[in-house]
């Protein structure tokens, strides 16, 4: 995919992309949507951080197409070091799952602008969002609260979380470690066979973690656990097995008294 300058975040992308023509774009698309989701998020990362704007727009769209929320990209905790272009396309792409993942949303925003960014056209969509991202100097909590955003919806973000689902958020992230190697020293006891292996172990390891983050982000419910588990992995995971998975967790974080998960409120 070619380069493309990096251009201000007050700069409109869609005139960018009206200036490539139709099939370059589709090539692009088409290489994008042959990537393996690992590769894809990878790709998305390179491009976010080298300021390769058009690309990592045609990333997160791809993305939010194979339905793959944007708190799944990479690490999203809002970053100081994050440049004012970085933080309007965090934004931006944030604004674009909502649009695909919450189609009757703009129901429930009461400013005919804000409905309009989720409702209006291409053209639409990208002067709304520069009117909402106002430079900068719009925080993120205050178009939480104009957008009517739930907890659920601002748990799927990056960028559009109010202070306290980004501190929940947080930390759960900050334990993720102390979890893993709580889970791992649990496994270390399974004996192994024939059919339970070290490389099932390791990946009943990965599976259980994984389970427990979306557990966390799920506030520990079975069903939305499994649904936060695909989005996050492509893999299916019954209700069952979900909470098999949160119970033996639950038990192993019990056993070293790591009893203090953060409660997420789902709205």
Wanted: glycine share 4%; charged share 25%.
């Amino acid at each position: 995919m070619a380069s493309v300058a990096p251009v201000r975040p007050s700069a409109p992308l869609a005139p960018r992309l009206q200036a490539i023509t139709p099939a370059k774009l589709d090539a692009a698309r088409a290489t994008l949507a042959s990537l393996p989701r690992e590769a894809l998020a990878s790709k998305f990362q390179s491009a976010f951080h080298a300021g390769q704007r058009i690309v990592r727009l045609l990333c997160a769209d791809e993305l939010i197409g194979r339905g793959i929320p944007p708190a799944f990209w990479h690490d999203f905790q809002p970053h100081p070091a994050y440049t004012l272009e970085q933080r309007f396309d965090l934004f931006s792409f944030d604004v674009r799952w909502l649009r695909a993942a919450y189609p009757a949303h703009a129901r429930a925003v009461r400013y005919p602008r804000g409905k309009l960014l989720l409702t209006g056209n291409d053209k639409d969509f990208w002067r709304e969002s520069e009117f909402a991202f106002y430079g900068g100097r719009r925080p993120a909590w205050k178009l939480v609260g104009s957008l009517s955003l739930s907890t659920a919806q601002q748990t799927d973000c990056c960028w559009l979380r109010s202070a306290p689902v980004a501190r929940r958020l947080q930390a759960v992230e900050d334990r993720c470690g102390k979890v893993l190697t709580a889970l791992q020293e649990d496994l270390k006891h399974v004996r192994r066979t024939a059919t339970f292996t070290d490389a099932d172990a390791q990946a009943l390891l990965l599976r259980r973690h994984q389970v427990w983050i979306c557990g966390q982000m799920a506030d520990g419910k079975p069903t939305e656990t499994a649904l936060r588990y695909r989005q996050l992995t492509g893999q299916t995971l019954s209700r069952q097995l979900a909470a098999k998975h949160l119970e033996k967790a639950g038990e192993v974080l019990r056993e070293i008294e790591m009893t203090s998960r953060p409660q997420i409120e789902m709205t």
